[in-house]
């Protein structure tokens, strides 16, 4: 089923680990963002893609980074989490051309 | 610059009552205007677009250029509607840019 997937879907790490956020589409889409969210919160776009080997910066800084090699793939890592990067990351797509977002489901990380 | 406006952070009603949660947006050009929600525990997915103009879970939303406004309606509030609800606008109709989103209304339907 075409769908876009996260993982994980909750992480609590320590001070200074590095974390990787996976996102997969099997959409086809060729553009891809990441959103952080506070919960009940306003949407922050942190990275997106609109295509393999291309990744921009999005409205707010954040210390995160991404890829692009493939795709469907778009993961998202911190090299050295913080408390102040604990937040819910949401993962979306959509197809060249098209308005209508997709969301995956978020991952919240929790750093301590 | 671009920008999408919901006034209301929090919005709450009575179950029956009629609803509307606005949104307003600053834009030069013809956008594409869409609502998003987002239910406890669940993604945010897309409820409807302008450019579809349909009712959906008996919402409707029209695109007032004069007045530079989304709104979303209701006309009988249900407990099921009570979440979060993002206006957001893709400029260039859609087929550049990233989505613009508002902070966001949150929406509480009482019994």
């Known amino acids: 089923e075409a769908d876009i997937y996260q993982t994980p879907r909750y992480l609590v790490i320590g001070t200074g680990k590095k974390i990787t956020l996976e996102c997969s589409q099997t959409?086809?889409?060729?553009?891809m963002y990441w959103y952080q969210q506070d919960p009940g919160m306003e949407l922050h776009l942190i990275h997106y893609?609109?295509?393999?080997?291309?990744?921009e910066k999005g409205d707010l800084s954040s210390e995160s980074t991404v890829s692009r090699i493939r795709t469907e793939h778009f993961p998202l890592t911190l090299e050295s989490a913080r408390p102040s990067h604990t937040s819910q990351y949401l993962c979306?797509?959509?197809?060249?051309?098209?308005?209508?977002?997709?969301f995956g489901e978020g991952s919240r990380l929790t750093v301590l | 610059a671009q920008r999408v406006t919901q006034p209301e952070k929090l919005l709450s009603v009575f179950k029956g009552a009629p609803v509307e949660l606005k949104c307003n947006y600053s834009?030069?050009?013809?956008?594409?205007l869409f609502w998003y929600v987002q239910y406890s525990r669940q993604r945010l997915q897309l409820l409807l677009r302008?450019?579809s103009r349909e009712s959906i879970k008996g919402f409707t939303a029209d695109l007032n250029k004069g007045e530079t406004s989304f709104h979303l309606k209701k006309p009988f509030a249900q407990e099921e509607d009570s979440a979060m609800y993002y206006c957001?606008?893709?400029?260039?109709?859609?087929?550049?840019?990233?989505?613009?989103f508002g902070k966001g209304t949150k929406l509480s339907v009482k019994p």
């Open positions: 959409m086809g889409h060729d553009k």
């Open positions: 834009y030069s050009g013809s956008p594409e």
């Open positions: 979306a797509s959509r197809k060249q051309g098209a308005g209508e977002l997709f």
């Open positions: 302008h450019i």
């Open positions: 893609s609109y295509g393999v080997n291309s990744t």
């Open positions: 957001a606008l893709s400029p260039y109709g859609g087929s550049q840019g990233n989505l613009i």
